[in-house]
Each structure stands twice: as C-alpha cells, then as structure tokens.
C-alpha cells in the first residue's frame, strides 16, 4: 500500500517535470495596434504619392514661370530697340521738318520749277513726295511695332502673374502635405513605442508566468522527494529486527543524504529593439572646401544684383534657382535649373556647409554659414543676405564633387 503511494508521487513529480510551458499570447491591445499602425502607413503612402504628382506638377510649372520668365526679357529687350529706332526716325523727321522751315515753305517748290526740264521737275516733286511718304510709313511701322511689343510683354506679364499665383497655391498645398506626412509619421512612431512597450510587457508576464510555473514545478519536485524519504525510513524502521542482550546493532548506521536543490534557472529580461543610427557620409576636406568657398564668393558677387523671372545674366538679372546655379557653374559644376530638379540631384543633409542650397518650397538659395545666406529672394528685391529659411539642406559633395 505504502509502496503504491510512493509510485503515485513519484508519477505525479514526473507528470509535472514533463509539462510543456504554453505559450502566452501577447497583450490583447498588440494586434489593434498593429492595424492601426498599417492603416496609418497606408495613409503616409497615399499622401507622399499626392506629394509626388504636386511635386512633378511644381517643377512643370516653374519650367513654365523660367521659361516665360526668359521670354518677357526678351521681349523688353525688342521693345527698347524698337523705342530707340522710333526715337531715332522722330529725330530725323525733325531735322528735315526743320530744314524744310527754315528753307521756307517755296523752297521745294523752287526747286521743282528751276529743275529745267518737264522730266527733271517731274523727278524733284516725286523725290519729295517719297520722302514724305517714307518717313510717314516709317512712323507708322515702327508705332505699331512698338505697340505691338507692349501688347505682348503686357500678355507675357499677365500669363507670369498667373503661373506665380499657381505657384503659391502649388506652395500651400505642398506645405499642408508636408504637416500632414510629419504628424502620420509621428503617429506611427508613437504606435511602434506602444506596440514595443505591448510586447514587453507581453514578455514579461510571459516570463513571470514562466517563473511561477517553475517554482511549482520546483514545490512539486521538493514534496515528491519528501515523500519518498518519509516513505523508505519507515520501510527501513519496520524491516529493522531489534534484539536483546549480546546482540547488538552492528556494521554503523549508513548516513541520510539530502537530495540538492535544482539551481533556479534565470529567465532573460526582454530589451526593446534598439533604433538605428543614420550616419552622414564622412566629407571631402580637401578639393571639397575649395569648391564649397567658390561657390559662396560668387553668391556674394551678385549682392544687389536685380531679381528677374527666368533670369540668367549674373550682374544683370538673375531669380533664385538661376542664382543658385550661376554658384555652382562657377564653381565648375552643373547642376538644374529649378529648385525641384536641384533638390532631387543633390543629397539632404542635416549638417549644412557652406556653398550647400537652402532649399524650401518654390524657393532656393546658397548658405554661407552662421544661420545665413545669400537669396535672390523676389520681384522689386535685389539679391541679399537673409536669415536661413530652410526647409532642407541640399548638398552636392559626394555627389558632383
């Protein structure tokens, strides 16, 4: 009876040693979270492509304001020319109206009766009459001309102020895209430290559970063995013959040794995943610094240079992208034209030099350090020295250089 009370311990210390602990599901919250980080990741998607298609929309227009830009200097350029010839034609009516005054109102007439023969008279009122004639078409021609002219810089202008307003509405639409892709962003960082935090305090019950189920394992252990020893000593005390008067115990008493303890086992505390460092390629310090300070002596050549729409005449007129590029090409290098195409050749850094372009919606410029750079900054302004507006740095080293 006693021997099948001991195989029952026994079983049962055996049947919990060989239990598989279950699995602990994580924190109910886990899986909602993860749905609403993919759903949030969708909407990030939906709007950077929106970004995208503005953004390819953007530099369309900006071709279109550069170009249109280069057309109105152009066309004032035709309009001085033609302002300087009708000035000049006046001039020379006047000097003949004068000399016909002063020569007297008979002088022609004069002239034609004293020419001699009827062909030779017919000749001299048919030279006058061209003259005449030829300075009236003149006059006109060129009237028209000028016209003309203002009418179409006049057109040009119109379509200018046109695609800039379209411009700035492209602008707001980029920055209200901009703000909703950071706060998205910002959302799904908040729900991968939730869900981190979820799933360590996931691991952690896990672990806790682990370790409760281990000391009842090791209670179960501990009884089993107390249990059996019990059980033997008093097995071995009713198998023990006592005997009297000579007899005596012999042979010593064989000591009990008590079964050690199972060493605890430590269970790992969890670490949330580290995030990773983005480090910034290393720069060139040698021909690099050279062209960086080419770059900024040519921005600051241009100070008080007149800002022009599509302008590309360094100390005659010049916008900002035309600004930024006359840099870099002085520098020997090339880059495009508008301030889209600069900022998807370039590469974004947090750690601006010198000669780097600021680079912010519809608008560039060249940085010179210490918060500041240099800007062809808009219609009526002259290229100057402002404090850094900059929704990124762009660089070119590692890139042209």
Known sequence: MKMKRVCSVLLA??????????PVQAAP?????????????????SLQTQLSDLMTDMNVLQTQLVENGEQIIQVQ?????????????????????????????????EKVLKSGTIREMLTQAEYAQKIHEYDRTQLEEYVATVNKT??????????????????????????????LITEKSEEIQNLDEQIQKAAAEAAAEAAR????????QEEAQRAAQQNLSTNTNTTNNSNTTNTTGNTENTGGGSQEQTPEEPSTPTTPTPQAPQT???????????????????I???????????????????????????????????????IPRTDITQLNAGRITS???????????????????NGQMIEAQQTGVPICVSSVRATYYVTFEGVLY
């Open 13 to 22: 210390a055996t049947l919990l040693g060989s239990m598989s602990i279950m």
């Open 296 to 334: 900024v002596n040519a921005a600051w050549s241009q100070i008080g240079v007149p800002y022009v729409w599509g302008g590309n005449s360094p100390g005659v007129g010049l916008d900002c992208s035309g600004l930024t590029q006359y840099a870099y090409r002085t520098a020997g290098l090339s």
């Open 29 to 45: 919250n886990t899986e909602e979270l993860q749905s609403q980080k993919k759903q949030t990741q969708q909407e990030v998607q």
């Open 209 to 216: 559970r682990a370790e409760e189920e281990r000391r009842k």
């Open 150 to 179: 203002k009418e179409l810089k006049q057109t040009l202008e119109e379509k200018q102020a046109s695609l800039e307003q379209t411009a700035a509405e492209y602008e707001v639409q980029q920055t209200q895209l901009n703000t």
């Open 351 to 369: 750690n601006p030099q010198p000669g780097d372009i600021c680079w912010t919606p519809g608008h560039v410029a060249i940085y010179i350090g």
């Open 77 to 109: 350029a035709q309009l001085e020319e033609s302002e300087k010839k009708q000035e000049k034609q006046r001039e020379d009516m006047m000097l003949r109206i004068k000399y016909m005054y002063e020569e007297g109102a008979g002088a022609n007439l």
């Open 276 to 294: 990773p460092t983005v480090s910034e390629p290393s720069s060139n310090s040698g021909n690099a610094a050279s062209i960086r300070q080419t």
